[in-house]
DNA sequence: ATGTAATGTGGAATCGATTTCATATTATGA
DNA sequence: TCATAATATGAAATCGATTCCACATTACAT
C-alpha cells in the first residue's frame, strides 16, 4: 500500500535518486542493484504513474481515435498497432467517436498536451477544425487509412483498389450502380467513386450519375439504398459498393426482391471483411492490408515519438488485391472465379 | 504552452488555492470566479491531469477489458458503457486481450492501484490467478457478462437462453448436435451447454456426448468442427450452436456440403449478432441485451466509486429473447417464423 | 447582540516520482 | 603518471496540481 520511492530507498539503504536510476537504467553499482531488486520485490511496489508523468512528461499512453468498434477492418488494424505498441512499451488508449465528428474533434483536444506520448488517428472526415486542433497537438500523430498532406499517414490505395474492381466488373457488366459514401469522406468516398468511376470508363462503361447513391457505414443503410438504386433503375445488372457492409446489406435487398445474384444483378464490396464470405454468394471484394496498415502507422509513431516529430516524416500508400467470389459473374478469361487472384 | 495553474492565479489576481477551487466547484466569489474564468479562457488553461492524479488519486480513467475488439456483441456492451461513462466525466481505457488470458492478468495487474478509478472486465475465463488479482485490486470492478460469486457483475441468463431455444428445437428435430465452446468459459461455456441439455431433456429428446464439440470464437472453427461433427454422426439433423459467430461458419460448411438449411439440417445461434441477418438462410438465434448490459455494468461501477465498493453490490441477471428466423424448420403453432417473438 | 454556521481566501505542505548539480571513485589512454 | 572519461551516489530542486490550516468576512438564528 503506503509504499512509495522514499520507502524503497530506505530498506535498500540507498537515496531515493539511486532508486528513481535503478528504474529508469541510470548508473548503479549492481550490489545496489541487487539490494533494490530485493526490495522492490519484496514490497511488490510500482511506481506510482502519475508522479512518473508529472515529472518526465511521458506516459507510455498511446491515444487511438477509432471510428467505431465493432468492425471488421477497424479491428484489424487496431490488432497491427497493438502488436507493435506493447512490443514498445506502450499502452494504448482508446477512445471510439461512434462516427461523431464533435467526438474526434474532442479526443483530439483532450489528448492535448496530455495523457498521451501520440495518436494514431483512424480519421474519416477532416474539417478545417480537424486540421485546426492537428495543428495544436503537442505530441507526434500518424493518420491511419486516410491521406492528409503535411502529416505522417499510412493509408491504402484506395482508387486502385475501386478502380481494379470496376474494370474487372466492366466486363460483365453492362448498366451500372454505385452504392457509396459521403463525399467528405476522402479515402472511401472520393477515391473510390473516381476509381470506379474511371474503371469503368476504361472498360467503356458509364457509371450515370443518377445511379450514385450515398450510404452510411451499416448494412440497412445498403439495403435502403439498393432498394431506391434498383426502384429508379431497374436495367441496373451490376452494384458496386464502397464497403462490404454496405454490399451486404444491399445483396439483402436483392435477395428479398427476388433478383438472382450474380445472374440478374452482380455486386461487389470493398475491404475482404469477414462478411464477404458468409453473404450467400460469397462477395466479390477487394482485400486491404488492415493488420498491415495498423503495424505500419505504430512503428512510424514509434520512430516520430523517439527522432522528433519533424525528423521522420512519411506517407505509406499500400495496396490491394481483388478477391473474386460468387457474387459477380465470371468472365471470359480463365480461371478467374477461385477464391483468390492477384490482380495487380 | 508554460500555463499553470500559477500564472493563471498571477494573472488572475488570485492565489493558486482559489483558482483550484474554481476549477473544483469550491467556495469562490462571483466575482473572483467571473476573472479566472476570464483569464482561462484567454489563455486556453487546461491543468495537467498528472498533476492532479497526483494529489488527488482520481484518474478520471475507467479500465474496460475486453477479450477482442472485432466482435459485435463486444461492440454493442462497450457502446453502452461508453454513454453512461462519458456523461458522467469519466474516459475509457480499453485494453483489448486478444482473448489471451495472460494479457487479461496483465491488464489487471497494470490497472492495480494506479491508472484507473474503476474497472469494467469484460471476462471470459476465470481462473485461480484472476480471483487472486481481482481480490487484490486497489479499485472497484464491475465483471460484464460473467458471473462471479462475491463480486458486482451484470451477466447474462445464459442458461435460459440456451434452454428456451433448445426446447424450441426439439420439437422439430431429432438428431441433435451441440457446437459449445471452452467449458472454462462459465457463461458461454458451462451455462449454454446445461441449458441447452435440459431443454432437449424437457423435450424428451437426448444430446449425445459425441456430439458435442468444442470451437473457439471464430467462424474457421465452426466451419471445421461442424465438418467433424457431421462426418462422424451424418444424421443429425439440428445442430445447436452457442453463438452466431459459431453457426455461421457451421452454416458455411453445410451449404458447402450440400445439406438443405433447415430442410436436411437445421441449425441456430445465440447472441443475435447482425451476422445472424446476413446469412443464407437468416440463422435463428437469441436476443441478449448487451448494451444494456453495458449501460447497466457502467451505471453500476459509478455508483460503486461514489459510494465505496462495499456499500454498493448487485448481481444483475438479464433476460433474453428468441429470435425465429429461417435456418430452422417452422414447428407446428401459429406465427412462429416471424422475426421476432418472445418466449420467456 | 452575539454565538454559530456558511462562505471566501491565501500561505504552505503535500502527492511521488525525475533530474540537475556537486562530488567521489574507478577506469582508460597516451 | 596524470589528465580525462566513465561510473556511481546523494542532496535538493522541481513538476503542477490539491488540500489542510488559519483566519476573515458575512449570514442566520435565537
Redo the contacts between chains.
Keep these: 500500500m503506503g509504499m512509495n520511492i522514499n520507502e524503497i530507498a530506505k530498506l535498500a539503504g540507498v537515496s531515493r535518486a539511486t532508486v528513481s536510476r535503478y528504474l529508469n537504467q541510470g548508473y548503479v553499482s549492481s550490489e545496489k542493484k541487487e539490494r533494490i531488486r530485493q526490495v522492490i520485490e519484496k514490497t511488490g511496489y510500482?511506481p506510482?504513474?502519475?508522479?512518473q508523468?508529472?515529472r518526465s512528461k511521458k506516459?507510455n499512453f498511446i491515444g487511438v481515435i477509432i471510428p467505431?468498434?465493432?468492425?471488421?477492418s477497424?479491428?484489424?488494424m487496431?490488432?497491427g498497432i497493438?502488436s507493435v505498441l506493447s512490443r514498445a512499451g506502450y499502452?494504448?488508449?482508446?477512445?471510439?467517436t461512434?462516427n461523431d465528428e464533435g467526438q474526434e474533434l474532442k479526443f483530439l483536444t483532450?489528448f492535448?498536451?496530455?495523457?498521451v506520448d501520440g495518436i494514431i488517428l483512424l480519421g474519416t472526415i477532416f474539417t478545417a477544425e480537424h486540421k485546426k486542433a492537428l495543428k495544436n497537438l503537442a505530441v507526434p500523430v500518424v493518420i491511419l487509412s486516410q491521406y492528409l498532406n503535411g502529416y505522417s499517414c499510412v493509408y491504402y490505395d484506395d482508387y486502385h483498389a475501386a478502380r481494379n474492381l470496376a474494370e474487372y466488373l466492366a466486363k460483365t457488366g453492362k448498366q451500372f450502380g454505385y452504392l457509396g459514401v459521403t463525399q467528405r469522406d476522402q479515402a472511401v468516398g472520393q477515391e473510390r467513386l473516381r476509381g470506379v468511376k474511371d474503371g469503368l470508363l476504361f472498360g467503356n462503361r458509364l457509371l450515370a450519375q443518377e445511379n450514385i447513391r450515398e450510404c452510411r457505414f451499416v448494412?440497412e443503410s445498403g439495403y435502403e439504398q439498393a432498394r431506391e438504386l434498383m426502384e429508379a433503375s431497374p436495367d441496373v445488372d451490376t452494384i458496386i459498393c464502397a464497403t462490404d457492409t454496405i454490399a451486404?446489406g444491399a445483396l439483402?435487398y436483392l435477395?428479398a426482391a427476388g433478383k438472382k445474384v450474380p445472374g440478374e444483378v452482380q455486386i461487389a464490396g470493398i475491404g475482404d471483411s469477414?462478411?464477404s464470405?458468409?453473404?450467400?454468394p460469397a462477395l466479390t471484394t477487394v482485400h486491404l492490408y488492415f493488420e498491415e496498415a495498423g503495424t505500419q502507422a505504430a512503428q512510424l509513431l514509434v520512430e516520430l515519438i523517439q527522432k522528433g516529430a519533424d525528423a521522420v516524416r512519411k506517407e505509406v500508400k499500400l495496396d490491394s488485391r481483388l478477391i473474386i467470389q460468387k457474387s459477380t459473374r465470371p468472365g471470359e478469361e480463365k480461371g478467374e472465379d477461385t477464391d483468390e487472384s492477384n490482380v495487380h
Excluded: Y
Excluded at 112 to 115: C, D, L
Design positions: 510500482r506510482l504513474s502519475s508522479a508523468t508529472l506516459t467505431k468498434i465493432n468492425s471488421d477497424i479491428g484489424r487496431v490488432s497493438s499502452q494504448i488508449l482508446l477512445a471510439c461512434e483532450l492535448k498536451e496530455n495523457h448494412m451486404a439483402q435477395k469477414s462478411l464470405r458468409v453473404t450467400e
